[in-house]
């Protein structure tokens, strides 16, 4: 019999997993040490996010084997309000120390590199509460215990593409869902990347194009996703920031731009990042019951109906966030949700429950019983995008979660929620307007969570700092009329655009 081990690492893309023989949450510091001393491994990097959600990095270069074990037993200082602006200058200093479940061989150094992501410590070497690795941490502990599930999540991570356009087979305008080439133009760059962001632990589904392309400016602009296999809540969170890193370092060596920016023009698709998210009990599922949704995943979506405004904050961090949440682009406006509706925020998309093989039916030489049918039902929050402040999103969702077993009244609130039509139809804006709005701009979402700022305080899961630290952030902008003003003023929405460009 096969071990779940060796299945694991046979023929895995990761150097790492191949050589050491072990899947990364296995990594202990000798197996990463003898790896680094035996292919002579002369740089390690620190990567750990900051407010600004992107990856901050330090370089250490290993001189021998003394220091190599220094750094990874005890890891190093840094700034942490230079990192964190609600961190005081008189208390920042912090320490950054290695998780080695997360190390990876950099796909990008002539030199061979090892890197690493981190954990916040303070000088009473303990876990920084405000760190978001460790809010998401607390949070779903908090979700284990209450519920005896576990949290489980992918990403659905949208971007933009950028390059002068040669006017060569152009695809069709807001039409490059799927697109292949020579109409898609970057499918070369895109399964790069895909390989590049698997090689350092990334669990990919698969890549694509997607809707948004246009010209602008002799410029082209192509949008593309890259799907997740669902994971543990916490590697989900590591996975979408190391590709990010992964895509925009790629797309530098190509001479090529990239974005993640939620709204670049008018009327073309925004870029979205959407959390799929399901229960487990071991290793099964617990979303579905006797065929339909179980008891338990509609008290998780009631809580994502209660945090759903508030969730913006996290989710939806610049003004620029607010021209993509309209009615009519396949994003969310109102509170609520449905079965493969994408006009909803919560979607609850085919989960393979048919009953049957459909590969045997396509494939009429297969025996039906070699297959079984997977249970892989999951629920997708649509509302974040590429600003997304990923760790803080995700925790977010699992203190929704653990609040909707909370509620006693979670399934009266999952079914006064739930539509089964296109709400953005006409005749359906009675019920459009009996539903909650999101938030139309920071302002709106930096009131919605000092609203329910408790919630989120609960058990000391987000701490108080970093709440204000976000609300104070988000009324910064003082975008109040910001849609009104980009519309009175199209070089104010192009502004907004160009300064938000490279944002998460």
């Given at each position: ?67 190599l074990d220094t750094i990874l037993s005890y890891g190093e200082r840094v700034d942490g309000s230079s990192l964190f602006p609600y961190i005081a200058a008189d208390s920042s200093d912090l320490y950054v120390i290695p998780r080695f479940s997360t190390a990876y061989l950099d796909p990008f150094q002539e030199i061979p590199t090892i890197g690493f992501l981190c954990s916040y410590f303070t000088k009473d070497g303990e876990p920084l509460e405000s760190a978001p690795e460790f809010t998401l941490r607390k949070a779903h502990k908090a979700f284990q215990e209450r519920t005896g599930y576990t949290f489980e999540a992918m990403g659905e991570l949208e971007f933009y593409i950028v390059a002068d356009d040669d006017e060569r087979f152009p695809a069709e305008d807001q039409h490059g869902y799927h697109e292949s080439t020579p109409f898609a133009k970057f499918e070369a760059f ?315």
């Open positions: 019999m096969i071990s779940t081990m060796s299945t694991f690492c046979d023929y895995n893309i990761n150097p790492l997993v191949q050589a050491i023989g072990k899947e990364p949450a296995a990594f202990t510091k000798k197996d990463l040490t003898d790896y680094i001393v035996n292919h002579e491994v002369r740089i390690v990097n620190f990567r750990y996010v900051a407010a600004d959600g992107r990856l901050k990095t330090l370089n250490f270069p290993v001189t021998n084997r003394q220091y895109r399964t790069d990347a895909i390989r590049c962001i698997a090689q350092v632990g990334g669990q990919i589904k698969y890549g694509h194009c997607e809707v948004g392309n246009f010209t602008l400016d002799g410029k082209i602009y192509e949008q593309n996703e890259i799907e997740f296999l669902v994971n543990p809540v916490e590697s989900a969170a590591d996975q979408l920031m190391m590709a990010k890193w992964i895509l925009r370092s790629l797309a530098y060596e190509y001479g090529l731009d990239i974005t993640f920016a939620p709204k670049i023009t008018t009327g073309k698709a925004g870029s979205g990042l959407h959390f799929h998210t399901r229960m487990m009990k071991g290793d099964r599922s617990v979303m579905i019951k006797d065929g339909s949704l179980s008891d338990d995943a509609r008290r998780a979506i009631a809580g994502y109906m209660k945090f759903a405004s508030s969730l913006t904050a996290f989710g939806n961090t610049n003004p620029t966030s607010y021209f993509r949440l309209v009615p009519h682009q396949e994003a969310p406006t109102s509170v609520c949700w449905g079965d493969r509706n994408r006009s909803v925020l919560v979607r609850v998309p085919l989960g393979w429950s048919v009953g049957h093989s459909m590969c045997a039916l396509a494939n009429p030489l297969e025996d039906p019983a070699d297959f079984v049918v997977p249970d892989k039902q999951t629920v997708e929050m649509r509302s974040g995008d590429g600003s997304a402040d990923i760790y803080n999103m995700l925790a977010g969702l699992v203190t929704a979660a653990r609040t909707g077993f909370e509620m006693p009244d979670a399934l009266e609130v999952a079914e006064s929620t739930y539509v089964d039509v296109n709400i953005h139809d006409k005749k359906n804006e009675a019920l459009l307007k009996s539903l909650e709005q999101l938030p139309a701009s920071c302002h709106e979402s930096a009131l919605c969570l000092e609203k329910n700022r408790a919630l989120y305080e609960k058990d000391g899961i987000f701490s108080p700092s970093l709440i204000d630290g976000t609300i104070a952030k988000l009324k910064a902008y003082k975008d109040q009329r910001i849609r009104h003003e980009a519309t009175n003023d199209p070089k104010k929405m192009a502004e907004l655009v160009r300064k938000y460009y490279y944002c998460g």
